[in-house]
């Protein structure tokens, strides 16, 4: 069953809504880009679908059922279908690569044997098979990049969410990590991505517009 808003809105204290009346679903298997401007929301959108933010007003539904309300809970729900590869890389700089791709599976309760293997699969399958050993401070931004996918794509997750993944990257290198991202989702993952660059929203097999907090068709 899919991942479903309905009627959700959202703001931030008493200041204007950054999200007014929001519905959609999202499938299992498909990709789906988060187009628009800066400040059109979408970035919020994409937390209260990946469950980092909840929203001022409506309902989220995942397999039919609203998430749970206690936060140790809803911190499991994430651990089990979700998995994020965010602008900025939150790597464990003196760590190597092969530590960071591991991380998101021994969060799940796998030994570090059993997440080691899958991390060098995942990262082989994002062209990093050499840098397993190397400190992550020591690639470069699209190595980055493809490493935190790699991180993803080891946990083997539903719902592989991306924020502005190839935002500070040049053409060559954000081609490289578009790449990556989809190699990382298997035939039932869901990838949303929230971007402003059109290339990387044509890649997916629908876009969802939005402008001022509002869906635009």
């Known amino acids: 069953m899919p ?3 309905s009627d959700v809105s959202h703001r931030y204290g008493s200041n204007r809504w950054i999200l007014e009346d929001v519905s ?27 469950l980092l933010l909840r929203p001022t007003a409506g309902q989220l539904c995942i397999d039919g059922q609203q998430p749970p309300s206690g936060e140790r809970a809803i911190s499991r729900l994430r651990a089990a279908k979700y998995a994020w590869v965010f602008q900025s890389s939150n790597a464990l700089g003196r760590r190597s690569a092969i530590d960071n791709a591991s991380l998101g599976l021994l969060a799940k309760g796998s030994t570090r044997t059993q997440a080691e293997i899958k991390a ?35 946990s083997e997750p539903r719902y592989l969410l991306a924020d502005e993944p190839t935002g500070q990257l040049d053409q060559h290198t954000s081609s490289e990590v578009l ?24 890649r997916c097999d629908r876009v969802v517009r939005l402008e001022n907090g509002r869906l635009v068709e």
């Not at 989702?185 to 044509?202: K, P, V």
């Open 3 to 5: 991942l479903t808003l």
């Open 24 to 50: 959609v679903t999202i499938r299992d298997g498909e990709s789906v880009a988060l187009l628009g401007p800066s400040g059109s929301g979408k970035t919020t959108l994409l937390s209260i679908l990946g």
């Open 120 to 154: 060098r699969d995942a990262l082989s399958a994002v062209g990093l098979s050499g840098h397993g050993e190397q400190p992550a401070n020591q690639l470069s931004g699209g190595e980055l990049q493809r490493m935190c996918i790699a991180r993803a794509m080891a």
């Open 179 to 202: 790449d990556a991202l989809w190699a990382a989702c298997g035939s039932d993952t869901a990838l949303l991505i929230a971007t402003h660059d059109a290339g990387a929203a044509n």
